[in-house]
């Protein structure tokens, strides 16, 4: 079946310290989402990307998926003790069709230290 | 701002017993779901519920399982004869009218069966 993994599996920083995280799906994606959870939280959506080669920038993240639409990347510059989390990219089964199942990734757990 | 949100919280029960967990998404939202995540582990996908049917349900998802949305704005998740590895946190998601896009996650039911 689809899988989507991610690395690394956990990430440990100093405050001030840039953070990537890595995406890739066994499939071709028509979209994907990314999520992060708060430890002892829920999922809460970020973004969505939907374009071959499209970058989106949210303040100090910037989002990138892949030309080929099976990876994608979460990049944080200048990590914060706010960005603590676990990361999740998500996409949908299937590609083209009308399926409404999202399956994550196996999430990067971002820790930093002040 | 709207929110899903569920109950109960936690919800302790013994092994064979029978469990509701309950959901009320987002009102205009028309796409529902289920995602169970174990202790440290990935979100996963249960089932999905579009037009007061099931649209589709994972592997996971077996006879020991239904939903129900019984009155237009609960959404129910049953899990008959619990086993232990069952216990996980149950998060319910919902959806607005596209399909495969952002989901709204409640704070989650922590199920524990001992």
């Known amino acids: 079946g689809q899988q989507v993994m991610q690395i690394p599996q956990y990430q440990h920083v100093q405050e001030g310290e840039d953070f990537t995280t890595y995406c890739n799906s066994s499939?071709?994606?028509?979209?994907i989402q990314w999520y992060k959870q708060r430890p002892g939280g829920h999922p809460v959506f970020l973004i969505q990307?939907?374009?071959?080669?499209e970058v989106k920038k949210q303040k100090r993240l910037t989002f990138q998926f892949g030309e080929a639409k099976k990876n994608s990347s979460l990049h944080i510059t200048a990590t914060q003790t706010t960005d603590v989390g676990t990361y999740f990219c998500?996409?949908?089964?299937?590609?083209?069709?009308?399926?409404?199942?999202?399956?994550f990734g196996t999430g990067t757990l971002l820790a930093v230290q002040p | 701002e709207p929110e899903v949100t569920q109950t109960p919280s936690h919800q302790v029960t013994q092994m064979g017993q029978e469990v509701i967990l309950r959901c009320v998404p987002i009102?205009?939202?028309?796409?529902f779901y289920w995602y169970r995540q174990i202790l440290g582990q990935k979100v996963e996908f249960l089932v999905s519920?579009?037009?007061?049917?099931?649209?589709?349900k994972s592997e996971i998802f077996d006879d020991q399982f239904s939903v129900e949305r019984p009155d237009g704005s609960n959404f129910t998740l049953k899990i008959r004869s619990t086993k232990l590895e069952d216990s996980a946190m149950y998060f319910c998601?919902?959806?607005?009218?596209?399909?495969?896009?952002?989901?709204?996650f409640g704070e989650g039911s922590r199920l524990t069966v001992l």
């Open positions: 998500a996409g949908p089964a299937g590609y083209g069709g009308a399926t409404n199942k999202l399956i």
């Open positions: 499939t071709t994606l028509s979209n």
């Open positions: 990307l939907v374009k071959s080669g």
């Open positions: 009102s205009n939202h028309l796409y």
């Open positions: 519920f579009y037009n007061n049917e099931i649209s589709e």
């Open positions: 998601a919902s959806a607005g009218p596209l399909v495969a896009g952002e989901l709204f």
